[in-house]
């Protein structure tokens, strides 16, 4: 069982539960939330019988989610259990995948809820095997390789939550200067009215950039000072083709990468990004209170923006630019306007008040 003790130590790094006194409860309600997670899949491969087609990899990714709570509440109570687990016939060729496996798994994690609510570590052990047999059964059946899920979670969980963070690369390192981001800049938010509405229009060096923009909808949310959040991009995920057209560094000089990367098409998937977090946003106060982006939201970024090169930096670095975009979203909506100053060296995002030539 090497590779499920190394997982389980890779697992320990990333464990944000620990130190808590309800520890073992947090990390019991995880474990039956995967297992509820991992039914819910089942069931949907069965009711769409072939128009599932991502099932194997929703399923590796539950599988593996699971196996993390699994393993550290092995730690937590018994570490030594680990090396009593029997290594598992690995079938890499599903098998009928019926709901009936799959509700035994959730039938065993609910046991070992009760026994964590219940202090009864004696049946505790007995209970976590049968969490792993049956676990073994819907990974056989689902051609799922359970150490294949392992790797995968740690990868997952490394880009969620690293142990140490470190930026990615800029994409445009290696090109002309002019092509290049700027790696500092200052640019101003101006409010102005249109009649009985809001407008926002940008300057830069004295030059007005992009269009003059309004909230677009009947309710007036602020909308209109959308484009800090594709700042944001640009200094914390080193991308934004929507920021490159605005100052005219497209990388033209390789016209694959202009297309491809800086072109219409990844221009209205930032937009489309920008559009859907501030749905959830405006829910949420725009996270005025939050220390963190809820993840499913991060997955379903990371999904939409899949096959763009912004797809190889690390889940933290959206969490921060959503959250550091949102931050100067706040101060600009509420001031209004402003000037706002970036570093991408130090990838840092700064905001002053209006000068007063500046104001309405």
Same mark, same amino acid.
């Given at each position: 069982?090497?590779?499920?003790?190394?997982?389980?130590?890779?697992?320990?790094?990333?464990?944000?539960?620990?130190?808590?006194?309800?520890?073992?409860?947090?990390?019991?309600?995880?474990?039956?939330?995967?297992?509820?997670?991992?039914?819910?899949?089942?069931?949907?491969?069965?009711?769409?019988?072939?128009?599932?087609?991502?099932?194997?990899?929703?399923?590796?990714?539950?599988?593996?989610?699971?196996?993390?709570?699994?393993?550290?509440?092995?730690?937590?109570?018994?570490?030594?259990?680990?090396?009593?687990?029997?290594?598992?016939?690995?079938?890499?060729?599903?098998?009928?995948?019926?709901? !009936? #496996?799959?509700?035994? &798994?959730?039938? %065993?994690?609910?046991?070992? @809820?009760?026994? $964590?609510?219940?202090?009864? /570590?004696? +049946?505790?052990?007995?209970?976590?095997?049968?969490?792993?047999?049956?676990?073994?059964?819907?990974?056989? !059946? #689902?051609?799922?390789? &359970?150490?294949? %899920?392992?790797?995968?979670? @740690?990868?997952? $969980?490394?880009?969620?939550? /690293?142990? +140490?963070?470190?930026?990615?690369?800029?994409?445009?390192?290696?090109?002309?200067?002019?092509?290049?981001?700027?790696?500092?800049?200052?640019?101003?938010?101006?409010?102005?009215?249109?009649?009985?509405?809001?407008?926002?229009?940008?300057?830069?060096?004295?030059?007005?950039?992009?269009?003059?923009?309004?909230?677009?909808?009947?309710?007036?949310?602020?909308?209109?000072?959308?484009?800090?959040?594709?700042?944001?991009?640009?200094?914390?995920?080193?991308?934004?083709?929507?920021?490159?057209?605005?100052?005219?560094?497209?990388?033209?000089?390789?016209?694959?990468?202009?297309?491809?990367?800086?072109?219409?098409?990844?221009?209205?998937?930032?937009?489309?990004?920008?559009?859907?977090?501030?749905?959830?946003?405006?829910?949420?106060?725009?996270?005025?209170?939050?220390?963190?982006?809820?993840?499913?939201?991060?997955?379903?970024?990371?999904?939409?923006?899949?096959?763009?090169?912004?797809?190889?930096?690390?889940?933290?670095?959206?969490?921060?630019?959503?959250?550091?975009?949102?931050?100067?979203?706040?101060?600009?909506?509420?001031?209004?306007?402003?000037?706002?100053?970036?570093?991408?060296?130090?990838?840092?995002?700064?905001?002053?008040?209006?000068?007063?030539?500046?104001?309405?």
């Amino acid at each position: 069982m090497t590779w499920l003790t190394s997982y389980s130590a890779a697992a320990e790094l990333t464990d944000n539960f620990r130190g808590r006194q309800d520890h073992l409860h947090l990390l019991a309600a995880g474990l039956l939330g995967e297992a509820g997670s991992i039914v819910a899949e089942i069931k949907k491969i069965n009711r769409e019988a072939g128009a599932y087609p991502s099932y194997r990899q929703r399923l590796t990714e539950e599988l593996g989610d699971f196996l993390w709570y699994f393993v550290r509440i092995i730690s937590v109570c018994d570490r030594g259990l680990l090396d009593n687990l029997r290594p598992l016939k690995e079938n890499r060729s599903s098998g009928e995948l019926d709901i !009936r #496996a799959a509700l035994d &798994l959730g039938a %065993a994690v609910g046991r070992v @809820l009760s026994l $964590v609510q219940e202090k009864q /570590p004696s +049946e505790l052990e007995s209970t976590l095997m049968l969490v792993w047999s049956t676990l073994a059964v819907v990974a056989n !059946r #689902a051609g799922v390789n &359970l150490e294949d %899920a392992g790797v995968a979670n @740690l990868a997952k $969980v490394g880009s969620r939550w /690293p142990v +140490e963070k470190s930026f990615h690369g800029l994409f445009d390192e290696e090109y002309p200067v002019e092509e290049q981001i700027p790696r500092s800049l200052t640019i101003q938010f101006l409010e102005r009215s249109n009649g009985s509405r809001g407008l926002v229009l940008l300057r830069c060096n004295a030059i007005g950039i992009g269009d003059r923009l309004t909230d677009n909808i009947a309710d007036s949310d602020g909308y209109r000072y959308h484009d800090i959040f594709h700042i944001a991009h640009a200094v914390f995920l080193g991308w934004s083709p929507v920021v490159r057209a605005l100052l005219r560094c497209k990388r033209k000089s390789r016209p694959e990468v202009d297309e491809n990367e800086d072109g219409a098409r990844a221009v209205i998937i930032e937009e489309a990004v920008s559009a859907i977090v501030f749905s959830r946003a405006k829910q949420m106060r725009y996270f005025e209170s939050a220390a963190q982006v809820d993840y499913d939201l991060l997955k379903d970024i990371q999904e939409f923006v899949h096959g763009y090169e912004v797809d190889q930096v690390p889940v933290w670095q959206w969490e921060k630019a959503i959250l550091e975009g949102y931050r100067l979203f706040r101060l600009l909506r509420s001031t209004p306007g402003g000037q706002v100053t970036w570093d991408l060296h130090r990838r840092s995002l700064d905001w002053s008040p209006p000068k007063r030539s500046e104001a309405l």
